[in-house]
């Protein structure tokens, strides 16, 4: 494994995508037509294209991936659009003829396209999806305040603390004033109210060592402290600092293995105060605790954090407990998840973003690093990205 060499492929990032938005599920790097699309993959990916689009527009030699990634953003974009249902919210899975499969609403879907589409609203790639992009928002904010799930919080929280700073620096473009002015007010008001949600959930489970919002270690465990540092810096918030930092610092430690690498909590039992389960792990916890370790070091400077998100990109490329890699950087793919026999082989969407958010997160630890001078000679100046074709 070459730590410092950037290879960033979105070949099967294409693959799995058709004209109606990004298939779920692949037998190895084959799309699983039958398994239909989810909402929540959709989402995820329009978030990935901007970050991607923001770190390549300085590179005239990806002028090639610019394209492709502009292209499937308007079909992720439109997924969204198709997705929301008249009230606002969204339905998440449907099968490969378009029709919705049977389910429960979920918040964690809707907590991830209002992301998504505050993403859209506020990024400068493609302003043409500005304005649908405000339309999804508006419908679907009017629903946090019936929201239950910490996960749907964390990203409406995200999504609102983005929206609520820029609307304040006066960055948001390319929308009508009146508009811009109705999103930062509600936003407002809903990052206090959600705030609130997460601490007072921390306050009900926190005990002597466990500084946790749940009894259990689940999915997805990043995207709460991650939430609370992002209320941090919109809204100065010392509570949301001191809780986001704090059930950091406990995440980090148990999904730290003795070796010192990366170890997220298995889904065959989770984890609770006496027991972690250690298969199978998760790309996606891998990506989140990056997130919100990354987002840790831009409020305080503290260097631990920049080397949980190098230990984070790291666990993808082999230092792990199976000792192997889960992603393959010629395509941009990664394996479902890591079991006692090694790497799931399939390649689905939720993984596969996974890598390439966390790649783009480490992609800016490290050049930031370059730019101060540290470890210059052995850190790229510009990821390589490869041919999308």
């Given at each position: 494994m070459n730590d410092n060499k950037m290879n960033v492929s979105f070949r099967h990032l294409e693959r799995m995508t058709d004209d109606?938005?990004?298939?779920?599920?692949?037998?190895?790097?084959?799309?699983?037509?039958?398994?239909g699309y989810t909402?929540?993959?959709?989402a995820r990916a329009l978030w990935a294209c901007f970050v991607w689009l923001e770190r390549l527009q300085d590179m005239p030699q990806t002028e090639?991936?610019?394209?492709?990634l502009l292209r499937l953003a308007e079909t992720y974009s439109a997924f969204l659009l198709?997705?929301?249902?008249?009230?606002?919210?969204?339905?998440?899975?449907?099968?490969?003829?378009?029709?919705?499969?049977?389910?429960?609403?979920?918040?964690?879907?809707?907590?991830?396209?209002?992301?998504?589409?505050?993403?859209?609203?506020?990024?400068?790639?493609?302003?043409?999806?500005?304005?649908?992009?405000a339309n999804v928002l508006l419908g679907a904010l009017r629903h946090i305040e019936t929201m239950t799930s910490p996960r749907g919080w964390a990203y409406a929280l995200s999504a609102c603390c983005l929206l609520m700073r820029l609307e304040r620096q006066q960055e948001i473009r390319g929308l009508p004033a009146g508009l811009?002015?109705?999103?930062?007010?509600?936003?407002?008001?809903?990052?206090?109210e959600l705030e609130a949600k997460l601490l007072q959930l921390y306050r009900v489970h926190a005990e002597p060592g466990w500084s946790w919002f749940e009894p259990v270690l689940a999915y997805g465990n990043g995207s709460l402290p991650w939430s609370l540092l992002e209320a941090c810096q919109a809204s100065g918030s010392e509570s949301g600092l001191k809780?986001?930092?704090?059930?950091?610092d406990f995440l980090t430690e148990r999904m730290m293995s003795p070796q010192g690498s990366i170890r997220p909590v298995g889904n065959h039992g989770w984890g609770t105060k006496d027991r972690l389960a250690m298969w199978d792990q998760q790309p996606l916890d891998v990506m989140e605790l990056a997130l919100a370790a990354d987002t840790a070091y831009r409020v305080t400077k503290r260097r631990e954090y920049?080397?949980?998100?190098?230990?984070?990109?790291?666990?993808?490329?082999?230092?792990?407990d199976a000792g192997t890699a889960l992603i393959d950087s010629q395509e941009g793919a990664c394996c479902d998840g890591l079991t006692p026999d090694g790497p799931n082989a399939n390649c689905g969407a939720e993984s596969m973003l996974a890598y390439l958010l966390t790649e783009a997160i480490w992609s800016d630890a490290v050049?930031?690093?370059?730019?101060?001078?540290?470890?210059?000679?052995?850190?790229?100046?510009?990821?390589?990205?490869?041919?999308?074709?």
């Open positions: 109606t938005g990004l298939l779920e599920h692949s037998m190895g790097l084959i799309p699983r037509r039958q398994e909402t929540d993959d959709n090639e991936a610019r394209k492709l198709w997705a929301q249902r008249p009230d606002g919210w969204f339905h998440n899975n449907f099968h490969y003829d378009r029709t919705p499969e049977r389910e429960d609403v979920s918040d964690d879907c809707l907590g991830r396209a209002i992301w998504a589409a505050a993403a859209a609203c506020v990024q400068p790639f493609h302003p043409g999806l500005k304005l649908p992009a811009i002015r109705e999103i930062g007010i509600r936003c407002s008001a809903y990052v206090k809780t986001g930092l704090l059930t950091l920049r080397e949980t998100v190098i230990r984070c990109r790291e666990w993808f490329y082999g230092r792990n050049l930031e690093e370059a730019e101060d001078g540290r470890r210059a000679a052995t850190i790229p100046a510009k990821p390589q990205i490869l041919s999308p074709r």
